[in-house]
């Protein structure tokens, strides 16, 4: 059972650049959520899902894009990534008043 | 908008002090949650608060919520340097089952000197 997952563990990419952070977990919950994490603030809410198929926005989407085909995972979509992005993410799942959060993804855009 | 506010920022102890971490904020809300973060590593979940008067305590860390005063607090009790790390307070603004919505302070960071 390896609860939250997360790929890849550190990512540099050039600003314009896309690319997808993956999120994983098998603990069949259905609620899933991603946060970024700036210095010296706390996680910030991107995008969540109750469901497979159903996502919504949170606090700061813009730049992101996220889809739920399945429970398992929710990927998350930099469509042309900005120097702004540069922030460490965070994977997280829901159940019974519990969040599960995922090891975190460690991006840098130059 | 739903703002939370944590005080103080930084908090610099001695070992074997007694300090407590605010947390306030701006909506209501009945479930609370606390997690410590070591440098570089994800979130582990603390406490969850989850009724006005809720009173959690494991080790030298006790947890109170206060839903009338929008206020929860961090009881550190004769501290130790293995207790610093950064310390978020966070809350659920939807009622019912809990979401995955989390709106979170801005953390502590906890420095414990010898």
């Known amino acids: 059972n390896a609860g939250v997952t997360q790929t890849p563990k550190f990512q540099v990419l050039k600003t314009g650049q896309s690319m997808t952070l993956q999120c994983a977990q098998d603990?069949?919950?259905?609620?899933m959520s991603w946060y970024r994490q700036d210095p010296g603030m706390g996680l910030r809410l991107i995008h969540y899902s109750v469901g497979a198929g159903i996502t919504d926005q949170g606090e700061v989407p813009n730049g992101y894009n996220v889809s739920r085909s399945t429970t398992e995972d929710f990927p998350l979509r930099l469509l042309s990534a900005a120097p702004s992005q540069t922030s460490v993410y965070f994977c997280a799942t829901t159940s019974y008043n519990e969040q599960f959060f995922g090891p975190g993804t460690r991006l840098t855009v130059l | 908008e739903l703002k939370v506010e944590q005080n103080p920022l930084f908090l610099s102890m001695q070992e074997g002090k007694n300090y407590t971490i605010y947390c306030n904020y701006s909506t209501t809300s009945d479930r609370l949650y606390w997690y410590r973060q070591d440098p570089g590593k994800s979130l582990e979940s603390l406490f969850v608060?989850?009724?006005?008067?809720a009173v959690k305590q494991e080790g030298r860390l006790m947890a109170s919520l206060d839903t009338k005063a929008r206020l929860s607090t961090l009881h550190i009790t004769a501290a130790v340097h293995d207790l610093s790390a950064t310390y978020f307070c966070?809350?659920?603004?939807?009622?019912?089952?809990?979401?995955?919505?989390?709106?979170f302070g801005t953390g502590t960071l906890l420095a414990v000197q010898p």
């Open positions: 608060l989850l009724s006005n008067g």
């Open positions: 966070a809350v659920d603004p939807t009622g019912g089952v809990a979401t995955n919505k989390l709106i």
């Open positions: 603990m069949n919950h259905e609620y």
